[in-house]
T-cell receptor, first 114, second 114 residues
Framework: QQQVKQSPQSLIVQKGGISIINCAYENTAFDYFPWYQQFPGKGPALLIAIRPDVSEKKEGRFTISFNKSAKQFSLHIMDSQPGDSATYFCAASRAGAGSYQLTFGKGTKLSVIP | DAGVTQSPTHLIKTRGQQVTLRCSPKSGHDTVSWYQQALGQGPQFIFQYYEEEERQRGNFPDRFSGHQFPNYSSELNVNALLLGDSALYLC?????????????FGNGTRLTVT
């Protein structure tokens, strides 16, 4: 049973456009929702994270929107750049598991074309 | 500030053999987690070590075992290798008693089982 569903599987965006990646979760015990960025040959790197007590968090060009009632959260990348081309993973963990027992989505491969 | 380091970077083993992967956590971190990332998939949690003990475990068989040393470094051992064990093995570190301590990943060990 996949506990975190991520879409789309791949995404092509023009430079300067907005990239949007969506995730849905099933386990209501989840209380920590990070997004990771992974370049080929590298490990995932934390981009931004949110907890369910807020509906939105912004860091630079990256914004997480969180809808607790719908059990959905999304990543918005504003002014997308070719250097943003990577695979993005949403993840979630439950209370008591800390930030280290993460359940990941299957990933979205983002390509930003000039 | 050294990040998470893993060795070796690549490894080729034969089915039925045993393998040991190594990880040094980010400076100042005290907990290590291991993840398996199959090609085209998100990382899957194997287990977490803190104070030299396995604290939490994901849905992996007993063929997967680990160890944490007094200097916080860690090893992942896999016995009786199967073809399906071919994957990128990621080590991640964090601070166990910091609720918002994010996971820092290494670049992984690419294991190929033939």
């Amino acid at each position: 049973q996949q506990q975190v569903k991520q879409s789309p599987q791949s995404l092509i965006v023009q430079k300067g456009g907005i990239s949007i990646i969506n995730c849905a979760y099933e386990n209501t015990a989840f209380d920590y929702f990070p997004w990771y960025q992974q370049f080929p040959g590298k490990g995932p790197a934390l981009l931004i994270a949110i907890r369910p007590d807020v509906s939105e968090k912004k860091e630079g060009r990256f914004t997480i929107s969180f809808n607790k009632s719908a059990k959905q959260f999304s990543l918005h990348i504003m002014d997308s750049q070719p250097g943003d081309s990577a695979t993005y993973f949403c993840a979630a963990s439950r209370a008591g598991a800390g930030s280290y027992q993460l359940t990941f989505g299957k990933g979205t491969k983002l390509s930003v074309i000039p | 500030d050294a990040g998470v380091t893993q060795s070796p970077t690549h490894l080729i083993k034969t089915r039925g053999q045993q393998v040991t992967l190594r990880c040094s956590p980010k400076s100042g971190h005290d907990t290590v987690s291991w993840y398996q990332q199959a090609l085209g998939q998100g990382p899957q949690f194997i287990f977490q070590y803190y104070e030299e003990e396995e604290r939490q475990r994901g849905n992996f068989p007993d063929r997967f075992s680990g160890h944490q040393f007094p200097n916080y470094s860690s090893e992942l051992n896999v016995n009786a290798l199967l073809l399906g064990d071919s994957a990128l093995y990621l080590c991640a570190s964090s601070l166990v008693d910091r609720d918002n301590s994010p996971l820092h990943f290494g670049n992984g060990t690419r294991l190929t089982v033939t």
